[in-house]
C-alpha cells in the first residue's frame, strides 16, 4: 500500500522566485492538506483540496496557491519568495467519510524548502 | 479560539520504562477530535492515535495509549516499554469539530522525547 509520497525531497531557491511542491495521496484517499512547518514548530494548515477545489484555507497570503488533479495528486506554488517561506512543507492526505467529514491525515515525508 | 499546548519542550526516558507526554487544549466545540502524531528527525509525521471527544474509553494502540480527560481538558500520551527508536517529536493535534468538516488539524508546539539506553 503506497503512502504519501512528496517532491522533491529538498529545494534551494533565491528571494523573488517562485516554487512548486508536489505529493501523490496515499492509495484510495481523495482529499490532500497542506501544512508549513517552519523549524521548532508545530505545523500550521495552509488549505485542503477535495474534487480539484480548495476546500478550506488557513491564514496565509496569496502568494500560497494550490491545484488538485484528477487522479487526487496535488501541488502547491509560492510565488514571490521570502526568507520566512523557509521551511518543511508537509503534504498530507485523508478521506471524506459518507457524512462528508474529513477521516485521519497521513503525512508524507515532508519538502525541505531554502530561501536564500 | 481553539488551541493545544504542549508544555514539555524535551523529555528524558529510560529504555524500557514508561512515559507521559502532556497535552492540554481550549475549544468551545462538543465535537472534535484528538490526535498524536511522532517526527523523526526525517521529517514525516507520523499518525500514532486518535481520540474523539464522544468515546467513552480511552483510546489504544500498541505501545501507545492516550490518557483522555475531557473535564480537565487534557489528552496525554503514555509509552510503555520506551524503546531506542521512540526517540523523536511528538505533537498533540486537534481536529476542529462541526464548524468545519475539513478536518484541518491545528498543532502542539511538540515535545522532544530521548530514550537513553
Known amino acids: 500500500d503506497a503512502g504519501v509520497t512528496q517532491s522533491p525531497t529538498h529545494l534551494i531557491k533565491t528571494r523573488g522566485q517562485q516554487v512548486t511542491l508536489r505529493c501523490s495521496p496515499k492509495s484510495g484517499h481523495d482529499t490532500v492538506s497542506w501544512y508549513q512547518q517552519a523549524l521548532g514548530q508545530g505545523p500550521q494548515f495552509i488549505f485542503q483540496y477535495y474534487e480539484e477545489e480548495e476546500r478550506q484555507r488557513g491564514n496565509f497570503p496569496d502568494r500560497f496557491s494550490g491545484h488538485q488533479f484528477p487522479n487526487y495528486s496535488s501541488e502547491l506554488n509560492v510565488n514571490a519568495l521570502l526568507l520566512g517561506d523557509s521551511a518543511l512543507y508537509l503534504c498530507?492526505?485523508?478521506?471524506?467519510?459518507?457524512?462528508?467529514?474529513?477521516?485521519?491525515?497521513?503525512f508524507g515525508p515532508g519538502t525541505r524548502l531554502t530561501v536564500l | 479560539a481553539q488551541k493545544i499546548t504542549q508544555t514539555q519542550p524535551g523529555m528524558f526516558v529510560q529504555e524500557k520504562e514508561a512515559v507521559t507526554l502532556d497535552c492540554t487544549y481550549d475549544t468551545s466545540d462538543p465535537s472534535y477530535g484528538l490526535f498524536w502524531y511522532k517526527q523523526p528527525s526525517s521529517g514525516e509525521m507520523i499518525f500514532l492515535i486518535y481520540q474523539g471527544s464522544y468515546d467513552q474509553q480511552n483510546a489504544t494502540e500498541g505501545r501507545y495509549s492516550l490518557n483522555f480527560q475531557k473535564a480537565r481538558k487534557s489528552a496525554n500520551l503514555v509509552i510503555s516499554a520506551s524503546q531506542l527508536g521512540d526517540s523523536a517529536m511528538y505533537f498533540c493535534a486537534m481536529r476542529e469539530g462541526r464548524r468545519s468538516n475539513t478536518g484541518k488539524l491545528i498543532f502542539g508546539q511538540g515535545t522532544t522525547l530521548q530514550v537513553k539506553p
Open positions: 498530507a492526505s485523508s478521506l471524506v467519510e459518507l457524512a462528508g467529514r474529513t477521516d485521519t491525515q497521513y
